[in-house]
């Protein structure tokens, strides 16, 4: 069984997706960490952000693996080429590149090729902005999550300091306007809720709340 969770930047996906994953016994695919991977690749060999050709060919040319630990359905590591980009896919640069990266048509198809051979034929929870709507529309379970503004700048604030990143508030907010004002208004894939979705508002809601309803959803159809 799939579970597809989509929704905005820092509307709690990742968490509970996670979260759910352990419960379940479920395999865990974080695909932003993928499109994440392939945007710190290409800083880190100077590729111009926007040449397409160029970020076309690095997503076709160079898979983005996991490592785990044992026992763990949640990556302990994110691989590209050989290089461990765990902590480099979480900086503020990384955060400011990722959309020009995802929105290349040519390097979704090869994330998203990726993507269905990691995840496909098993059980597993699935998180990103296009799960439910491209990459898994059967997906039994399809959910997306949301919350205000202002409750997802604070989330991504946080966790921005918490990894010793010193910004101010007001450039995290700015910043996620931003990268949702791409992800939602690119041609390739959109975020967008998938039909057959059940819609979630975070806002207010702790972790192991959300947590607790998706089990129960997810417990209600298999
Ligand atoms: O969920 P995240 O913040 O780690 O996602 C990073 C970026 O990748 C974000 O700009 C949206 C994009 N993304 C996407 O386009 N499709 C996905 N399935 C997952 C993420």
Redesign the pocket.
């Known amino acids: 069984m799939i579970v597809a969770i989509?929704g905005p930047?820092?509307s709690g996906?990742?968490t509970v997706a996670k979260t759910v994953a352990r419960r379940l016994g479920y395999h865990y695919l974080?695909?932003?960490?993928?499109?994440?991977a392939i945007a710190a690749l290409a800083i880190r060999r100077e590729v111009d952000l926007h040449d397409a050709d160029a970020l076309a060919e690095l997503a076709a040319n160079e898979p983005v693996t996991f490592s785990y630990e044992a026992g763990d359905p949640v990556q302990s590591a994110v691989w590209v080429s050989g290089l461990d980009v765990t902590v480099a896919i979480r900086t503020p640069e990384v955060d400011a590149a990722?959309?020009l990266?995802?929105?290349v048509p040519e390097v979704?198809t090869a994330?998203v090729a990726q993507?269905r051979r990691l995840a496909g034929g098993d059980n597993a929870v699935v998180?990103?902005?296009?799960?439910g709507t491209v990459?898994f529309p059967d997906a039994e379970m399809k959910l997306y999550l949301t919350a205000s503004a202002e409750e997802r700048a604070r989330r991504r604030h946080y966790e921005l300091s918490d990894a010793g990143h010193a910004v101010e508030s007001s450039t995290v907010r700015e910043g996620l306007d931003r990268?949702d004002a791409?992800?939602s208004q690119r041609e390739a894939?959109p975020?967008a809720v998938a039909d057959d979705a059940i819609k979630l508002d975070t806002t207010g809601m702790s972790i192991e709340e959300v947590a607790q309803r998706v089990v129960e959803l997810v417990r209600g159809v298999r």
Do not use: C, H, P
């Open positions: 989509d930047a820092a996906k990742s974080d695909t932003g960490a993928m499109y994440r990722v959309s990266v995802a929105r979704r994330m993507q998180e990103g902005r296009d799960i990459v990268r791409v992800d894939s975020l």
